[in-house]
């Protein structure tokens, strides 16, 4: 019988409306640059130019930041019930067009349509819902302390979710009453600029949310400026010390979302076959551009045979390839200088002994590719145990007891998450007491939801973001 | 071996139901369109077991049903035969006569069918009726009473004498579990580890008769219990989930997961099968859709 395979299966596109060039959405108006000067955004799975983007200089930093001050005077007296219905607005817009921010999302940035159709944009979503319902109830999230509003949040977010970081941003600024410039990556602006578009239909007062563009230097003049009282920066550990010393030089309130090399920990008493089903989605999710993907993973001697036998059947599933196919598993990697960076990884890798493995799939000949790839044969002081790749690439270590795992996976400069497998509900809660992660899930992985907080230890940063702890970030009590 | 040698060391592997949902979500996502989509249906077509088991089924009505499973739908091109069709062991002769010249199998549900509740030497006096009527194939279930008391070793035990008699005869056996009525997913699992251990041709889920028939949680764990013990023993057991199964779109997400679970070799009617009386026609709507690009109303499909 002729073998059985998937055919192509694409996403209409069709439908989407974008611009040739994008000016900068400050005070309501989108407005050339003072710089005169515009970037393209491209497209990583076939390597074309999709638009042209305006690049902020320092005026034009200066001028969002004033139409933000300005907008906070009336945004910050208005009623929370009034705020939460803007807000409630732009969650509902972002439903509506739903499918042409997902088509865009993966135009723009490479992970499948498969993820920004079913993940991406339904949590953004989400997230402006849930917020929208705290605008009218901050004095109950915090009884008896007076919750105040900050001022003008300056915000800095990266490219691996562009609209979810967006909302994971902008929705608990504005219901706490705050007002916001926020600057996208430079890979990846174009979600951004059709929330810009939406926010503009949606009638928010002018200035209160303004978007600008730009790569590293106007990130850096965003956190120099005098008037953001608060910033708020998601990205690399490296950048992150950056924003950390100009918040601090400037007395300003500051959350930070950086890096993570999350242990994945694997007990023999694990249901098997679900942890496999939770190690590729926790290292092979958005092709493994995630600050808290769980990059260790740690297995169990006892185990550890059937675990890699059952995980590379596993990876030999997945379609590598076209983000706008349906089937794709993972998408182009985000840009070529990240491709570069983690082919440098795989170099160092095999250079350290490890033993590499990748499944035989095809990829397209124009783009950035990187099939999924496991070591083996990796020891704890190895590079690619103890630096962040932020690619699919998964290092793999055994362990023999509980109290080796916990020492193994504690010995990181960083701490935002961790996963643990286990049939037994006692040894979750010894490891979770014991582990130093800001999220740690049990037989489970990479879950999100408005209502948790998320955020890190050491240095992947401080501060939470979702849940009635994103609130405290955009706040400030007497 | 005998039942007590061969469940010696048995370990019951757990199984954990967010892990299940993950991993049908991903297979529910895919995407299967054109060639692909022809394909499948063809194939969907040909795993059905045609199946009808009602006090009131009598020798006509059985007969027609019988030309259905030969000819799907003779105005459409390229239509194969279902696999087999499924009855009580009385009426397996009549089926057996009607089939005569194709290669549609008949398949009798035997052991007590549906709920098993007699005694073995019943059991096997009803298989070997069966078996000399004419039968190609025993669905056989469980017994879910000693199941739930724990009694393994009995289950089992009635699992190997049956399929010794249909090995005798040469007659394939599927074991039916019940799904419904034992429990958890660790429990399915635990049953499909039981009857993996007598080398079954096929375990499947349901008979029908409750409310509670195959679903994917429960199909994509017993594919997980065929996939081990195939690695371990490498004896191939094939899959039939029965009941509930209605439309074309479901079916074909079946087949994906029997084809990223287990792979390419389990992807025949030797190895899977559907239990099901009314999924055939939404297969052939979808055929003709596929070859004319409309629906049709379903009056221009035979029901029977």
């Known amino acids: 019988m002729e073998e059985w395979n998937l055919s192509l299966a694409p996403e209409n596109a069709a439908h989407v409306q974008l611009k040739k060039k994008y000016e900068l959405f400050i005070n309501g108006e989108f407005q050339k640059p003072f710089s005169n000067k515009y970037f393209e955004t491209v497209n990583p799975a076939t390597e074309q130019a999709i638009a042209l983007v305006a690049e902020a200089n320092e005026k034009d930093v200066d001028q969002a930041m004033k139409a933000a001050a300005e907008a906070y005077k009336p945004w910050s007296k208005l009623s929370g019930a009034e705020r939460g219905k803007y807000i409630y607005r732009i969650a509902r817009m972002i439903q509506e067009k739903s499918r042409e921010f997902a088509v865009i999302e993966s135009l723009d940035g490479g992970k499948p349509i498969r993820e920004s159709r079913d993940i991406d944009i339904p949590l953004a979503a989400a997230h402006f819902f849930y917020y929208a319902g705290w605008a009218d109830k901050l004095e109950y999230a915090f009884p008896m302390r007076k919750p105040q509003s900050l001022g003008v949040a300056a915000q800095i977010i990266p490219w691996n979710f562009p609209l979810l970081m967006a909302a994971w941003k902008i929705a608990p600024a504005l219901a706490c009453g705050n007002t916001v410039v926020l600057k996208p990556a430079e890979t990846t602006p174009l979600t951004a600029l059709k929330l810009a578009e939406v ?22 003049e965003m956190c120099a400026h005098p008037i953001p009282n608060k910033l708020a920066f998601t990205g690399s550990t490296e ?35 679900a942890t496999i089903e939770g190690i590729i989605n926790g290292i092979y999710f958005n092709q493994g551009h995630v600050c808290c993907a769980g990059s260790r993973l740690f297995v169990q001697e006892t185990v550890y045979e059937e675990i890699l036998v059952k995980l590379k059947k596993r990876m030999n599933t997945l379609i590598v390839g076209d983000p706008m196919d349906k089937n794709t598993d993972i998408g182009a990697i985000n840009s070529k200088e990240q491709l570069d960076v983690i082919n440098r990884y795989l170099k160092i890798g095999r250079a350290e002994g490890a033993e590499i493995y990748q499944p035989n799939c095809k990829m397209p000949e124009l783009g950035n590719w990187c099939p999924p790839t496991l070591f ?99 706040l400030k009590f007497d | 071996m005998n039942a007590e040698q061969l469940l010696s060391g048995f370990k019951p592997t757990p199984v954990d139901l967010m892990g299940v949902n993950d991993r049908i979500i991903r297979i529910k996502s895919r995407s299967i369109k054109t060639h692909a989509k022809n394909q499948g249906l063809s194939m969907v077509l040909s795993m059905i077991d045609l199946t009808t088991l009602e006090g009131a089924d009598t020798p006509n009505k059985v007969r027609q049903l019988c030309y259905k499973a030969m000819h799907p739908q003779d105005q459409l091109k390229g239509v194969p035969s279902v696999a087999a069709v499924c009855v009580y062991p009385t009426l397996v002769k009549t089926a057996k006569d009607a089939l005569k010249g194709s290669d549609v199998k008949v398949a009798a549900v035997s052991t007590y069918f ?74 399915v699992r635990k049953a499909s580890d039981i009857a993996l251990l007598a080398h079954p041709d096929f375990i499947k889920t349901s008979t029908g008769k409750i409310g509670q028939a195959a679903n994917m949680q429960v199909t994509l764990v017993m594919l997980q219990a065929i996939w081990d013990h195939y690695q371990k023993t490498g004896v191939q057991v094939g899959m039939k989930p029965a009941g509930g199964i209605s439309d074309a779109k479901t079916a074909l997400h079946y087949l994906v997961m029997v084809k990223e679970v287990l792979g390419q070799e389990w992807l025949s ?7 099901a009386s009314r999924l055939a026609n939404d297969v052939l709507m979808q055929m003709a859709k596929q070859e004319s690009g409309i629906y049709q109303a379903p009056q221009y499909f035979s029901k029977d």
Not at chain 1, 201 to 218: R, S, W, Y
Request: net charge negative.
């Open chain 2, 114 to 187: 549906p709920s098993g509740q007699s005694t073995l030497e019943n059991k096997l006096l009803e298989t070997q009726f069966a078996i000399d009527e004419g039968a190609d194939e025993i669905d056989m279930v469980i017994s879910r009473r000693e199941f739930l008391q724990g009694n393994y070793e009995y289950v089992l035990y009635e699992i190997l004498e049956v399929k010794s008699l249909c090995s005798a005869n040469n007659v394939r056996l599927k074991v039916i579990l019940e799904t419904g009525e034992i429990g958890s997913l660790d429990e």
């Open chain 1, 376 to 474: 083996t044969n990796v020891a704890q002081s190895n590079r690619i145990s103890q630096e962040e790749i932020f690619g699919p690439v998964l290092a793999i270590q055994t362990f023999r007891t509980i109290e080796e795992v916990i020492d193994k996976a504690n010995n990181t400069p960083f701490g935002l998450s961790a996963g643990v497998w286990t049939d037994k509900g006692s040894k979750i809660f010894q490891l979770t007491k014991a582990l130093k992660a800001g999220v740690i899930w049990a037989n489970t992985f990479n879950k999100f939801d408005p209502t948790s907080p998320f955020g890190g230890y050491k240095e992947s940063g401080f501060g939470r973001e979702g849940g009635v702890h994103g609130l405290d970030a955009y």
């Open chain 1, 199 to 220: 926010i503009q239909e949606a009638g928010l007062p002018q200035g209160v949310v303004n978007i600008i563009t730009g790569a590293g230097k106007t990130g850096a």
């Open chain 2, 269 to 275: 009617n030797k190895w899977f099968r559907f239990g």
């Open chain 1, 239 to 273: 950048v992150g010390k950056l924003v950390y010393k100009a918040a601090l030089s400037g007395n300003k309130k500051v959350t930070l979302e950086l890096g993570g090399k999350a242990a994945d920990i694997i007990f023999d008493d694990a249901p098997i076959d």
